[in-house]
């Protein structure tokens, strides 16, 4: 299976300033039509995730535009230019290249 | 509104099955894959399986083949998570979710708890 391993795994942010988070993955993420299956979820507390970002870096539509994801092959990055009170919750990485589909472990992100 | 509505969770003994429900509205269902991931508690994500458009293909991640079996009702507008041989560490709240293609679920329903303990 393939391992997806974010960091870091907690990150406190000032309100407005920027936030980082990574997810590598244990086996390229290319799949075979030339698309990388990458997503990123937010799950905000006592919530059901909500989806970000798709295929590495389109955004879902609602999404406020200070998210933004980048990165190829194993590794990949989820950005918030400037940090609100809402963004606080657990941010997931998944891979939806190969089975079964894995998630990272989650990153909490939590205003200083 | 698009929406997902998931049921059928609740307390069981180890050994004992389960059958959850979602119900779609809102949308095309049929031209959907669907899939269902589960939270145990305090805990990260975790897929479960998935189903085609038209519920001839299945995916299970390996800890649950066997044991849980994905369907659909088209018809009903509705997707299954049929789960026997139920062990404590399947305890998690159960989401259903749209994907509409590699797991990037972007429809979520709100999630049923399931509770395997004696």
């Known amino acids: 299976d393939v391992v997806m391993t974010q960091s870091p795994l907690s990150l406190p942010v000032t309100l407005g300033q920027p936030a980082s988070i990574s997810c590598r993955s244990s086996?390229?993420?290319?799949?075979?039509?030339?698309?990388?299956?990458l997503s990123w979820f937010q799950q905000r507390p006592g919530q059901s995730p909500r989806r970000l970002i798709y295929?590495?870096?389109t955004w879902d539509s609602g999404v406020p535009d200070r998210f933004s994801g980048s990165g190829s092959g194993t590794d990949f990055t989820l950005k918030i230019s400037r940090v609100e009170a809402e963004d606080v919750g657990v941010y997931y990485c998944?891979?939806?290249?190969?089975?079964?589909?894995?998630f990272g472990q989650g990153t909490k992100l939590e205003i200083k | 509104e698009v929406q997902l509505v998931d049921s059928g969770g609740g307390l069981v003994q180890p050994g004992g099955s389960l059958r959850l429900s979602c119900a779609a509205s809102?949308?095309?269902?049929?031209?959907?894959?669907m899939s269902w991931v589960r939270q145990a508690p305090g805990k990260g994500l975790e897929w479960v399986a998935d189903?085609?458009?038209?519920?001839?293909?299945?995916y299970y991640v390996d800890s649950v083949k066997g044991r849980f079996t994905i369907s659909r009702d088209n018809a009903k507008n509705s997707v299954y998570l049929q789960m026997n041989r139920l062990r404590a560490e399947d305890t998690a709240v159960y989401y259903c979710?749209?994907?509409?293609?590699?797991?990037?679920?972007?429809?979520w329903g709100q999630g049923t708890m399931v509770t395997v303990s004696s």
């Open positions: 979710a749209r994907d509409p293609g590699w797991g990037a679920s972007d429809i």
């Open positions: 809102g949308f095309t269902f049929s031209n959907y894959w």
């Open positions: 189903i085609n458009q038209d519920g001839s293909d299945q």
């Open positions: 086996q390229s993420l290319v799949y075979s039509d030339g698309n990388t299956y």
């Open positions: 295929k590495v870096s």
């Open positions: 998944m891979q939806g290249t190969h089975w079964p589909f894995t």
